[in-house]
């Protein structure tokens, strides 16, 4: 937590590099020589920015108890969106310092993922998402100077693509004049305003877009179909299309307030199904795009190495669902496309490149990127819950206020169990055993000593302590933070979800009365269903010669969530008056009374006995708690090293060229 912000901030900052290159170029009129300069910096915001998202996902992962390292949650997007740009923009950059193609493409989304940074950073700190994001951003006041900062770049690098210093004045001067204008006129209908803003300013990026035609007129040469700049182009418009997806939908509550409209912000599960194809096609443009050559390629050779690469990636995908139990029929395309990824780009490192991992960081990188999605994939799919409450016990009331189904509730009471002190409980099919150890205070945090024995085949395979913690905050309530065991192959995830600590004793009083008749050995259960008693017998303590004084006992086995405790009600009757003691078991969260006894009249001297329950939360030391296992998620975070590394290579060699052409450059113009 504390590394990660600076690192997204000094990411964010990055973006301005290319961005000032691409302002320079068009300011200066030397629309070409920008993009030399351009590309080492844009590697290092997309270095920058990327490692900083990747800390946020493992601080996530780490810190957080949702069980996971990414939620499409809005401020988390808010830092992609950019991201998603720049890294195009370098693949665009790469093009055109290449072949000299799609310059006007080239300068929109370089410029653009700037200003995705400026867009971003007006989402977080405006407020405007309070009411859909985990983060706790508000509105600090700034709404208005986020805006103005905003438009102010955007108008200024719209208006140096007019080839005149007064039309760059002019064009400033009304564009964002009208545009304040606009915004600030109070006819009554916020919407038509806002529509009318809405129209200017898309009317003012096709007007920057014409204009960069007019200075780059558009080629009259076709790519061919065997180029790598043809398949680098589509591969940076899908990383464009699944960018404008993501900021549509991240944009929503601000379409919500520009047109005075109600949609709801979409989940994880929208944005995982509508990606999926976006990724199958990234993953396989990332393996065979550096198998093409700039301006055309030989197709024998092309197809002889992709079919190779392929046969062995099948293979090894193979093997990779029986290891992984990956037998979801519509993630396996993208497993075996990830793989294809890493085989085809540690091979074209192998064959083509000879091993110099020197000038080898594109396909380092992209090599991490597909064990990245392997482990994105593995530990997603196959993610598990292993403290599955099989009891029948509910924790949490599954009804809201207004009476409706509460289906959080429900699916936190099938995926926590409830550990009493020092009571091993059977967790993940009887093959975890936990134990709640005990509670310590640390400062303002509450940690839990929870022991873990895993067993295999029925012996004792591994012994652990996991000690996730809590806060009693007075602002956020009750603030859980996870501890996790780190397996190769595995990761044991584990966070409190209730504590007895928490509870108002006051307020715990007993409910849900009931009462029943019964025999002796009949069976009965509490009005919530969450207890089962069974009275086993009633025992006389004192019976006086002419039966005017009685004093029983009843011995009633009462199983709670596996547990069994026993209760001890009384009845005594003297002198015609009646006396009960009541059986208060706390840590089964019991009241027993023994009511009143009644002849059996379906057997002859037999007995019923009336019994009065009771029940409310057990009064014991006690923690409510979930386990998740993620399988291989180190694929996961060592393909993200291995993908920053393959950058960090790619920086120094293009840093080494953008010197050599620099010198050109300079040399040419003297």
Partial sequence: MVIHPPTLFFGFAATIVPFAFAFAGLWTKRYKEWTI????????????????IIMGGYWAYESLTFGGYWAWDPVENASLMPWLLLITATHLLLINKVTGKYPVLTIVITMFSFFMVLYATFLTRSGVL??????????????????ILLFSFMYLSFAISFQTFKKRILFFVLGFGLLLIVGFLDIGSVTFINILGTILFI???????????????ISNEVDKVYSREF??????????LSGLLIITQTSIPVFNKLFETSRASRGEEYYNAWLMPFAVAIVLLTAIGQFLKYKDTDKKKFWDTIVTVLLIAIIISVGAVFLFDMWILKYLPLLILSIYTLVANLHYLRTVLKGKIKIAGASIAHAGFGLMMIGVLISSVNKKVISENTTGTGYFSETTQDGKEDLTAKENNRENVLLAK????????????ATFMGARNEGINRYFDVL???YEKGKLKDSFILSPNSQNNPKMGFVANPDTKHYLTKDIFTHITYESGLENKEENKFDNFKTDTVSIGEGFITQDGTRQLILQKVNPIYVSKNIDTLHLMADI?????????????????????????????NAAGMLVILDQLLPDKTEAGGMKFIITTGVRKPQMDYIILKAIEFPYI???????????????????????????????ITNSND
Avoid: C
């Fill in 557 to 585: 086995v009462i199983n709670v969530a596996g547990d069994t405790f026993m209760a001890h009600p009384e009845f005594v009757t003297e002198n015609g008056r009646i006396r009960i003691k009541e059986s208060l078991i």
């Fill in 231 to 240: 398949w680098m182009l589509i591969g940076s418009l899908v990383l464009l």
């Fill in 452 to 454: 873990y024995k895993t």
């Fill in 203 to 217: 009317s003012s990026i096709i007007l920057f877009i014409y204009n960069l035609f007019k200075i780059y007129p």
């Fill in 37 to 52: 300069l351009a590309l080492p910096w844009a590697l290092v915001g997309v270095l920058v920015l990327g490692t900083g």
């Fill in 634 to 664: 180190n694929l996961l975070w060592g393909g993200t090293v291995i993908m920053i590394f393959g950058f960090v290579l790619s920086i120094i060699q293009r840093f080494k060229e953008s010197k050599i052409r620099s010198k050109h």
């Fill in 422 to 433: 020092n009571r091993p409980v059977a967790i993940a099919k009887n093959t975890i055993q």
């Fill in 130 to 147: 309070g009411n859909s994001s985990v983060h706790s951003f508000t509105d600090l006041g700034l709404s208005f100077q986020l805006i």
